[in-house]
């Protein structure tokens, strides 16, 4: 699918350049340790050149948000309510979604370090293998009937409320299912981040969109073939880790024959994460107010930022 039309498109080049007056531009010793600890394959040069220029974006969105909620509320003769900041961060399976997230959570709560960042994935508002077997649909998770998406709304619209205390299933890769009694807490944040495939779909029978609910939002992008590498070389790992433990999902696949395995995954990314990426994931592209689109070692090669 050719790039939308409706964005300016940016080479690294140019994009590092884009920092605007008085911006911290830079990252510190400590930045890169910590950023080093969460994922040791990150390119530095891509938190340098890339993300930081980003993060100075969203510190232009965040600002031009509160004086909006200051003048709304101004307008309504009342005072102002503190409403979260909400970042949504779409593309397809094994993209790097959650690598992005978690990046820019870190480098968001150093440059505003009164404002409390948490984050999500839509992961733990799949519906829980039980109940995805019950409707018939096991080999569909990850499609939008998968999800539980008025869950996922009421718990945006909570979070936009500023309500304490919301709870959020988690989902675990390792058991291949939404862990029972086990939640998230997100408790009035300044910003959210919420990381998932769906999160800029459009669901039908809804009033109200996902994507309404953000001020922001990214969509990680990248040729298919490569995306279905890194899925590869992800399974390579959670076969490695599930070699210790006979409870995961994995187990038995990790002690069995590993070329079977691997083209099981093979299978799998064909019949269900590409064909899921070709028909639901990739048509929300062009709703995104930035794509960053990746090349080979997930090296972001281009910036396209949504003109209107
Ligand atoms: N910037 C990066 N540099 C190097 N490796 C990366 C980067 N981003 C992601 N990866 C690797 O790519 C794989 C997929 O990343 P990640 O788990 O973040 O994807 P995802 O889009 O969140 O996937 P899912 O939708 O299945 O949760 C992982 O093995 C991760 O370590
Ligand atoms: C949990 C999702 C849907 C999204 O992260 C994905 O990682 C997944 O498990 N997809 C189902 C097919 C598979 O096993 O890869």
Do not use: C
Not at 8 to 36: C, M, P, S
Not at 85 to 105: D, E, M, P, Y
Not at 149 to 160: A, G, I, R, S, Y
Not at 220 to 230: G, R
Request: charged letters at 25%.
């Amino acid at each position: 699918m050719a790039l939308p039309e409706n964005y300016d498109y940016f080479t690294r080049e140019q994009w590092r350049n884009f920092h605007g007056k008085n911006q911290l531009n830079t990252v510190t010793g400590d930045e890169l340790a910590q950023i080093a600890a969460l994922n040791d394959r990150i390119s530095l040069t891509d938190v340098q050149e890339i993300y930081v220029p980003l993060r100075h974006l969203i510190h232009v969105y965040l600002r031009r948000y509160h004086q909006l909620v200051e003048d709304k509320a101004d307008f309504r003769g009342e005072t102002v309510a503190p409403t979260p900041f909400l970042i949504g961060i779409s593309g397809s399976v094994a993209v790097g979604k959650s690598t992005t997230a978690r990046l820019l959570q870190l480098l968001l709560s150093r440059s505003l370090p009164n404002q409390k960042v948490q984050l999500i994935t839509t992961d733990g508002f799949l519906y829980p293998n039980a109940e995805l077997n019950r409707r018939g649909i096991m080999a569909r998770k990850g499609f939008p009937e998968s999800y539980d998406m008025e869950h996922l709304l009421t718990f945006l619209d909570q979070v936009k409320s500023y309500q304490p205390g919301i709870k959020v299933p988690r989902y675990s890769h390792q058991v291949y299912d939404v862990l029972p009694d086990s939640y998230d807490v997100i408790d009035r944040p300044d910003i959210l981040i919420v990381e998932g495939i769906n999160v800029l779909q459009l669901p039908t029978n809804q009033q109200i969109y996902v994507s309404d609910y953000f001020d922001f939002s990214i969509y990680v992008d990248a040729k298919a073939a490569l995306v279905e590498e890194w899925y590869l070389q992800r399974f390579g790992v959670l076969l490695d880790t599930a070699l210790q433990d006979p409870l995961n999902y994995y187990y038995p696949y990790a002690i069995g024959d590993r070329q079977a395995a691997f083209t099981m995954a093979r299978q799998v990314w064909q019949d269900v994460n590409l064909k899921n990426l070709r028909e639901y994931i990739l048509p929300t592209r062009n709703r995104a107010d930035l794509i960053l689109h990746k090349t080979e070692h997930h090296v972001i090669d281009k910036i396209g930022l949504r003109k209107y």
